[in-house]
């Protein structure tokens, strides 16, 4: 993190913005379902701790991939005199860890039989809680989960054993391509396999009627109604990025309009110099881009370090005073330099937009990501843990 003061990028987040997001997945939901945040990729870069607050106050559920980020929140909470908040660590967890887990109240997955040890370690340990644990189902991502041909063949029987140390509180499954696609044949197969896997763990896995099931993330939770289940586990639209094009198109058809989801990001950076560069001068390494006129040029603190992909390198602006600045030659390790030779009247310092709004302009995720061949899930969870994040109103 940057001292106070010092001249290095940082990243605003919309408390309002969050708060708009969250209103739109509960009424997608209803009365009757949860809505849950998956905070794992540090919130998708946007800051485990400066999202926190904000999705312990508004949600129902909370999914990380760590258990190491599943104990921040719980120290978190305590920290703060929060209650606990329901939280499922989705990755893997070793058993000592599910141990650690069971004290702290967090839920675990149950993915594939290796859970056997978990049970062990947990008979031998005897923590003073049992283990909530959810059973993952592979309905067709061909990621973690038992297959239902593996639950046919009795993979996860062992847990209607293991009601001493384990309570099962949910199943879970995740969608391979609802944001890829306009129609969603693969996506029903998935959830028809899911209903399949839940039963199965019903008549002979120890799973409880009332126990939770959730498959929808942000894509399905908008566009398949039918997969919305008790609860929507929604990550990067909570932070007001749609899933894809695709989705905004399918959810105008599916649900009449389409949402208005608000980025809760932007990022800037002060210049740490604005100065004139002669017609002829080379700017950056490799000496890729010559200036064919004097150019005022802002050297920006901020590279790919920090997360600004060098793939956009000759493609990106950004945005100073509302308006589009050209990088000019290359991404280095922490600096990128701007054309602000129409955007400035001298050679004063400034600050850049790299992502986000600036008067009428913006540089969305989306945007940055097209520059650099990726995706805007990339794009925001490369964001360096290092950079300060300030949450604004
Ligand atoms: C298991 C699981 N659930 C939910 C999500 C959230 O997906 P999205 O960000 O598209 O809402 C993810 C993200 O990759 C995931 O891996």
Known sequence: MSSPGSIASWL?????????????FRKLGGPNRRVGAVLKGNAYGHGLHAVLPLAQASVDALYVITPAEALAIRAWEKGAGKPRKP??????????EAVQLALEGVDVVVADSGFVAHVEALRAAKPTSKLRAQVHIDTGLGREGFTVEQLQAGAADFLAQAGDVVTLTGALSHFSNTEDVTEQAYA???????????????????????????MAASAAALVLPPSRLDVLRVGIALYGLWPSTETRLSAKVVLGEVPALEPMLAWRCPSQVVKWLPAGSYVGYGCTY????PTRAAVLPVGYYDGYPRLASGKAHVLVNGKRCPLLGRVMMNHVIADVTHAVLDERPVVATLLGTDGDESVSAEALAGWAQTIHYEVVTRLGAHLERRTVP
């Open 12 to 24: 605003e987040l919309s408390r309002a913005a969050w708060a708009t997001n969250v209103a739109a």
């Open 188 to 214: 029903n197969s998935q959830l028809a396999a899911y209903d399949a896997g839940v039963a199965l763990l019903r008549a002979r896995g120890g799973l409880p009627a009332d126990a939770e099931r959730h």
């Open 87 to 96: 939280t499922l660590v989705i990755g893997p967890a070793s058993p000592s």
């Open 290 to 293: 010559r200036c064919g006129a």
